[in-house]
């Protein structure tokens, strides 16, 4: 038996022993008003004798019986005002109190928060995440409003995150007004016949009342601090729009899309290319140039299928044409013609933040709306690297077009970067010939992936002859070579290109951030719907972050537009529990919910199911069988926690599980779901049967085998 489980063990024996002598010595008994009242004179004398030791006993006798969460507190105060008077009553209930609750808060905490945890996963982030925000204030409401049994508030604010300090100073504050109206009562006691005439029905009108004060001022404070911001901006009196969306990306194409579907009045204004990062420069060209590169792969590596192979030629000035022939094919359905069809109003311009209502296109028409929606993206980051600016170094922003003019593939390429799509990059061009260093700072590649998704992708790129130089840093360039350092050496890496991947980073200046006081950081600051320090500017996708994928932007532009268009009726929590990723490697790591390294961050219990697609018939046939699908298993139940999939076409099989998570459907669904044969697919049904294999009824078993030799006779 662990540890942790052997302590938990004792305690909750301890409690139960102790709770169970209150009962088995009938203490109740004593703690009633009648017994206090026929005792009072007798306990004043003994107070009288033995002040010290007579506030100690009863402290702890306070402490012990809040602590246990045993009936009987109410008595015990009026019992501190009866033999210790008002101020001396209140100062020692207030304090025991505190403790009592704070030990029993303790020991929720240590008895039930893992369990609940593992249990309720996603859930509890959320309570956690809402106790974070506004904990102290629903602590504050629910203790000065008297009709909470306290002794619940305790244990259910111990399997929440709220700290231990918070809590028991928020708990002291909140309980004693009631402690001395109990206290004071107490000091009058012959004439309380019982514990409710305490409280008539207007004092616990008044309590209530107070009690709902902290929400209540809370929401006055934050309606005064949203009117607060536009103090230094003149609304207008009627807006042009209902919507300005600035950014034809992902984030600002879905946003447009959803407001004019539902009849707004919307303005779309993009200062480039239609379709923005995603389709231009990102994942459309990344992956078409990824298919180049499989081709160029599997003619190379044929022999692997009975047939010659061959070191492919590239047509490298064919190749980039063809990943611009495709950006062209997507483009229409990203266009001005599209989107003026479907009844948005797209500007081609530079948009400006003038007012909090107000955008400038170009520095000249403005154009006032209710609500604005900032999609305005990110571009790739560049380190201060010594001689890099001079180097003629490529990013996934101007690699497109630079490597446009070239009749030849780079022979000598550096990457800088290990991320998703510096590893894209760094075996594509492998793929094609060039001979690619991958140089990553960090131990690994793949940082946010599972640690075995990231060793398998290194060993394979690897194999397929690209240098990784994983704990490397790139210090400088010297005329065409890359110098890294790791530790104390340092070494010098040739090249023709170095493509720079070291990531993203948010368009934040240029446009009127600045002037109206938007709060940035890495990104636009944004709250949970997705408003900015101003409640009618939204901002979605990599400007808003924290992820940077286009249906992560997508996804937020839903929330981003309806709460713009129908907040004053309904506001929406942007909610990212279930996203998916994938990293277009070959093969593909596909990513939802948690891994094992963020599982353990987030303190969660998880059972781990491996599959290893060494067995899985389909994946023989591809010769594509090294992978695995690994998935996160909540102990006890079935239900998913997370999954990563290493495999070909990952991106795809994941779909099911996502769906499975995102619907609450366990792994005995999976199961009972007919999979085609033969099919990659399978594989997730496969990990399902593992999950199952490994939680066989045994005992059950056992009966039934008994139950078979019996039927042979
Ligand atoms: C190489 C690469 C590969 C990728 N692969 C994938 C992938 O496989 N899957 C995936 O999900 N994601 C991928 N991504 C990420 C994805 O491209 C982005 O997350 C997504 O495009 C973000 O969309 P967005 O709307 O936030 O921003 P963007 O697409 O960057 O759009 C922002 C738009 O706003 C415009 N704009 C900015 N300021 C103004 C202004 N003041 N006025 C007017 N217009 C303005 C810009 O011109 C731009 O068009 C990849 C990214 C890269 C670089």
Known sequence: MKRGNQGRILLLLLIALAIAAFFVFDLGAYLTLANLKARQAGLAAYVGANPVAAVAAFFLFYVAVTALSLPGAAILTLAAGAIFGLWEGTLIVSFASTIGASLAFLSSRYLLRDWVKARFGGRIDAIDRGIARDGAFYLLTLRLIPAFPFFLVNLAMGVTAMRLLTFALVSQAGMLLGTAVYVNAGTQLAGIESTSDIFSPALIGSFVLLGLFPLLAKALVGAWKRRLVYRRWRRPRRFDRNLIVIG???????????????????????????????????????????????????????????????????????????????????????????????????????????????????????????????????????????????????????????????????????????????????????????????????????????????????????????????????????????????????????????????????????????????????????????????????????VAGPYQFTHFAAHQAWFAAVNGLFGQLKRFRADYRILPWVTFTDPEVAHVGHNEQSAKEAGLAYEVVRYDLSHLDRALAEGANRGFVKLLVMPGKDRLLGATIVADRAGELIAELVLAMKHGLGLNKLLGTIHAYPTLAEANKYAAGEWKKAHKPERLLGWVERYHRWRRG
């Open 248 to 542: 034809a990306g992902a984030g600002g194409l879905v946003t447009a899309l959803i407001g004019a579907t539902v009849r707004a009045k919307v303005t779309l204004i993009e200062k480039g290319e239609m379709g923005g990062d995603c389709l231009n420069t990102g994942c459309v060209p990344s992956k078409a140039l990824i298919r180049s590169a499989r081709s160029a792969h599997e003619i190379r590596t044929a022999a692997a299928y009975g047939i010659a192979p061959a070191e492919p030629e590239v047509r490298f000035a064919e190749m980039i044409e063809r990943i611009h022939r495709i950006i062209a094919e997507i483009a229409p359905a990203d266009s001005v013609e599209r989107y003026t069809g479907l009844g948005v109003d797209v500007r081609k311009g530079h948009a400006r933040l003038v007012d909090p209502w107000t955008v400038e296109i170009d520095g000249g028409e403005r154009l006032t709306s209710r609500a604005i929606v900032i999609a305005a993206g990110g571009e790739p980051a560049v380190p201060p690297i010594p001689g890099l600016a001079e180097s003629g170094y490529l990013t996934s922003d101007t690699m497109w077009e630079k490597l446009r003019g070239r009749e030849t593939l780079p022979e000598r390429i550096a990457i800088i970067g290990g991320g998703p799509i510096g590893t894209e990059m760094a075996q594509a061009f492998a793929r094609l010939g060039a001979r690619v260093t991958q140089i990553e700072h960090g131990p690994r590649l793949l940082p946010r992936e599972d640690e075995e998704a990231s060793a398998l992708v290194e060993t394979i790129l690897r194999e397929e002859g690209v240098e990784i130089l994983t704990g490397h840093e790139a210090v400088r360039v010297e005329g065409k070579a890359l110098v890294v350092r790791a530790e104390a050496a340092e070494r010098q890496i040739p090249f023709d290109e170095i493509i720079v991947a070291v990531g993203r980073k948010a368009r934040l200046t240029g446009y009127g951030l600045e002037a109206l006081g938007i709060e940035t950081g890495r990104t636009i600051v944004t709250n949970d719907w997705l408003e900015t320090v101003y409640p009618n500017i939204y901002a979605v996708g990599d």
